[in-house]
């Protein structure tokens, strides 16, 4: 039901009320953690596209320096690419119910993220080593800051990751929820791909 | 008529946690209703402290030559005062307090979504609390910087607690959203995903419309003051230069460059406006709900009060330049902010017209309640005229430093929404201790907090108006410019807040004292048809109703209807339990 229809219902008049009483009290069947991965993921969404406006208002001044590309930022991107590629085959394979595959790419997805963080703080060291701190300019200073920020959501989904790592040893009880908590953690994999490559398309055109 | 053919529940019972120990009961306690009360505790303690600072600033404004304190001190004060009051008290209040109590109850739930993130939520707002009070024990004390910390100078020398209290406040902020962002969760998912059987959303009452609008608004736009703080902590500590201007201090060229500090203004007030409404909206929501209940009548224009709280909470949005217009900006920006902020105003009008709407022909009893609920209803509409002065740019420009702002917003975002803060705890009080508080007491409390805040802030509008600037520590030479009618009504003003902080004593003092010594509340003291007066035991337990949830079959303003022996009819209630008035054969059908 939309927002406009729902908005629109007079909840005062008995032809409503008859509608009403059959309502179950949930405005989605999804289940809570999807719903709390959803509304969390837009709140992150609001943090990295205000840094990002943040990004472009400062670019606009007359001491922005373009910033140097590190050709390992490419390959970097190719392995956080790949990480959220692991999580999907993981996916797949548990809907084929292939949980030692499952398992394998679940391990290669967190192993490749690791790869990504690493591979930023690599990043970080060839820009510190051409003497670009963060307080030589503020482009260096913003590429800091967001790859940081990016770095600790990563970080977080680590720790979930680990859980889920855990849940996978007991995924074929019935009452667990290993299924529910992959699939949120290859949405939110996902969408940190995205945000990486929204930050880093912006890096580039600068 | 409404059938009771209801549908079997959809909505899993929740495994509420049960405490083992003491410590788990307590203190670290994952009951929604417990946490609100640690919220309200804490928010009222450092809140009694920023009360505290106006009173030495005004004294410092009425005697300048006692000079009570220094220079650096009054603006150490101001600053703390301000950004205690908005942040750590209001919405802490509104959203935590009695977000965290009234959302389950109201809804029908037995507790939030997610009881440990909701209890992590306070403790980290605690952490944020203790970081910011540290901030007045560090070498230079807390950050004068003013509650906008605007850069440059609120991390420059010259400016106090710019040693440690600038980055004590940032980094408190930063903790205070986290904390926050984890409690709005539960607070947004609990409204959507946890209300009982029969509860839809046009059936909720509108506090609740109020905390979760408000809620959505501070999840979008905390995020901005998170990105301002942050990136100023990297100015301060790391030398970037993200606000900060090529600068010259004490003859010294500083390393900073080609920052721009409009840039935190505009991010500033992308928080900073929609926190008025944050705080408002919530205000509003439970204002009308205890006119309707203590007037007897179902709220004027239901329809139109929920739309209002949607359409103020996406307007907000887009009307946080006009704090900006002394910044300067392109007339075209100044026009569209200054038409944004007068559209603003329909949408707030409206609710303004549908209470008193309410109240007419309303079977109106002056509880306490109810006379904060009126004393809102004009504070509001005198701070929201002067909200349209200030919002045309013209008007703006000359009045912007004057004490005609600061006698605008403390109307309309300070006593305004303390009114309905007081006014909610009289109503709620019995419900959360199973007491009343004093009549007595309460009646002074509201007669001195209601005239005493019109005779501190109407004066000042005055004081604006020949020109007064505010956040001047003593006048000095400047008095020349003034009638002697401008200091001897800083005198009047300060001796009418202390009184109105006088009352505040009283009313906490009223706050414990009845606690343990106040009259019995009787089962459901205000007739109200809210479900959160439904629970089996009052105050309610932990788990909230029962054993079973119980099942909505009404909206929450059935008061007066017409052919019910009772003028309230609880949400739980369906239509065949309805006792009927003599003379009607059912609901709002009378005998042929």
């Known amino acids: ?206 | 008529m409404s059938e009771s053919i209801i549908p079997e529940s959809e909505l899993e019972e929740v495994e509420l946690y049960h405490p083992k120990s003491w410590w788990t009961e307590k203190v670290f306690s994952q009951d929604a209703k417990l946490i609100a009360i640690q919220y309200g505790l804490t928010a009222f303690a450092i809140g009694f402290v920023a009360l505290v600072l106006s009173w030495f600033m005004r004294i410092q404004i009425a005697f300048p030559e006692m000079a009570i304190i220094s220079e650096g001190t009054y603006y150490q004060f101001i600053t703390m005062h301000g950004m205690i009051m908005v942040v750590y008290l209001l919405t802490a209040l509104f959203l935590g307090a009695f977000g965290n109590y009234l959302i389950p109850l109201m809804v029908g739930a037995r507790d939030m979504v997610f009881p440990y993130l909701n209890m992590v939520s306070y403790w980290t707002y605690l952490v944020a609390v203790l970081v910011l009070f540290v901030s007045f024990f560090t070498p230079g004390g807390p950050t004068g910087a003013g509650w906008t910390l605007y850069p440059p100078q609120a991390i420059l020398g010259g400016t106090p607690g710019q040693e440690t209290g600038i980055v004590l406040m940032l980094v408190s902020l930063c903790i205070f959203i986290v904390g926050f962002t984890m409690g709005g969760l539960n607070y947004v998912i609990t409204v959507l995903q946890a209300r009982t059987r029969g509860m839809t959303l046009m059936r909720m009452p509108l506090t609740v419309w109020g905390i979760f609008t408000a809620t959505v608004l501070a999840l979008f736009a905390f995020p901005a003051l998170f990105v301002s703080a942050v990136m100023m902590l990297f100015d301060k500590l790391l030398m970037t230069s993200f606000f900060m201007p090529a600068l010259v201090e004490f003859g010294e060229n500083l390393s900073y460059g080609g920052g721009s500090p409009i840039l935190f203004q505009h991010l500033f007030w992308f928080f900073g406006h929609p926190e008025v409404y944050i705080v408002a909206l919530p205000a509003f929501g439970i204002v009308s709900d205890l006119i309707s209940i203590h007037a007897r009548k179902n709220i004027f224009g239901f329809r139109m009060m929920v739309w209002a709280i949607v359409g103020i909470g996406a307007l907000s949005f887009i009307v946080w330049a006009h704090h900006m217009y002394v910044s300067g900006m392109n007339p075209y920006f100044g026009f569209f902010f200054a038409t944004t902020t007068l559209i603003i105003a329909v949408p707030t009008a409206l609710k303004v017209y549908n209470w008193i709407l309410t109240l007419w022909k309303g079977n109106i009893h002056l509880t306490i309640p109810m006379l904060f609920c009126l004393g809102f209803i004009v504070t509001f509409l005198n701070g929201g005229l002067t909200g349209l002065f200030l919002g045309n740019v013209i008007v703006d420009v000359p009045l912007s430093d004057t004490y005609f702002v600061v006698a605008h917003f403390h109307m309309v975002m300070g006593i305004a929404p303390v009114l309905v803060i007081l006014g909610a705890i009289y109503h709620w009080y019995p419900l959360i201790t199973g007491k009343m508080l004093h009549d007595g007491m309460g009646r002074f409390h509201f007669w001195i907090t209601f005239v005493g805040s019109y005779l501190i802030y109407f004066p000042m509008h005055y004081l604006g108006f020949i020109g007064v600037p505010r956040r001047y520590y003593e006048m000095g030479q400047t008095e020349a410019l003034y009638t002697s009618s401008a200091a001897d009504l800083n005198v009047f003003i300060t001796i009418a807040a202390l009184a109105v902080g006088f009352a505040q004593l009283v009313f906490i003092y009223n706050v414990f004292w009845s606690a343990k010594n106040g009259k019995v509340a009787e089962k459901n003291p205000w007739k109200s048809t809210s479900l959160e007066w439904q629970t089996p035991e009052q105050p309610p337990i932990h788990g909230n109703f029962g054993k079973e949830l119980p099942v909505v079959y009404r909206w929450a303003y059935d008061y007066s209807v017409p052919g019910a022996e009772d003028d309230f009819i609880p949400q739980d209630v369906p239509n065949e339990k309805v006792k009927l008035a003599e003379g009607y054969t059912e609901l709002g059908v009378e005998k042929t």
């Open chain 1, 1 to 206: 039901m939309s927002i406009f229809s729902i908005l629109s219902q007079k909840p005062w008049t008995s032809d409503q009320a008859k509608i009403d009483d059959k309502h179950s009290g949930k405005s989605s069947s999804m289940p809570l953690p999807r719903v709390a991965l959803y509304v969390s993921m837009v709140v992150m969404g609001v943090l990295f596209t205000l840094f990002s406006v943040a990004y472009i208002g400062r670019m606009a001044y007359g001491d922005w320096r373009v910033l140097p590309e590190p050709p390992l930022l490419w390959f970097n991107s190719l392995v956080i690419l790949m990480s959220s590629f692991a999580f999907h085959k993981a996916t797949l394979s548990l809907k084929e119910n292939n949980n030692r595959r499952t398992r394998e790419y679940l391990f290669l997805a967190g192993a490749l993220t690791l790869g990504f963080i690493t591979g930023q703080l690599f990043v970080w060291r060839e820009l510190v080593s051409f003497g670009y701190f963060v307080s030589t300019n503020p482009s260096y200073a913003f590429f800091y800051l967001l790859t940081a920020l990016h770095i600790l959501h990563l970080i977080g989904g680590l720790i979930a990751w680990l859980f889920v790592v855990y849940k996978s040893f007991t995924a074929e009880d019935e009452s667990s929820n290993f299924p529910l908590s992959l699939n949120l953690c290859a949405i939110y994999w996902h969408f940190l791909l995205m945000v990486w490559l929204i930050l880093f398309t912006m890096l580039l055109l600068t």
